[in-house]
């Protein structure tokens, strides 16, 4: 059974950094395409990043390009999403997500397994 743990969330200033990091267990990770979302109060649930399986291919949102980096390590069988450059507007509870094959694109509907998400409070 597929099981994701984000971490890395936490309290930050605007113009601040964070890591967060999913840890994937329970299948062959190598094949599964990751995806970052991310949900605000009163919000619903919008794509940050995805990479496909193969780690060639990354998408963002428009919102975070140039400031957010998303990546995975097979080896450690994690995929990290840099955040850069933090705006009030970053705040949110922050999911990874994984599907088998795909490409790590922003369609949520198409993630088969989901973390129980981390929190990212960015104050201004």
């Known amino acids: 059974q597929v099981h994701l743990a984000e971490s890395g969330g936490g309290l930050v200033q605007a113009g601040g950094s964070l890591r967060l990091a999913c840890v994937y267990s329970g299948g062959p990770f190598p094949l599964y395409a990751m995806g970052w979302f991310r949900q605000a109060p009163g919000k619903e649930r919008e794509f940050v990043a995805g990479v496909d399986w193969t780690g060639r291919s990354t998408s963002y949102q428009d919102s975070v390009k140039g400031r957010f980096t998303i990546s995975r390590d097979n080896a450690k069988s994690t995929s990290n999403l840099q955040m850069n450059s933090l705006k009030p507007e970053d705040t949110a509870v922050y999911y990874c997500?994984?599907?088998?094959w795909g490409t790590g694109g922003d369609n949520g509907n198409a993630y088969t397994d989901w973390g129980q998400g981390t929190r990212v409070t960015v104050s201004s």
């Open positions: 997500a994984a599907r088998m």
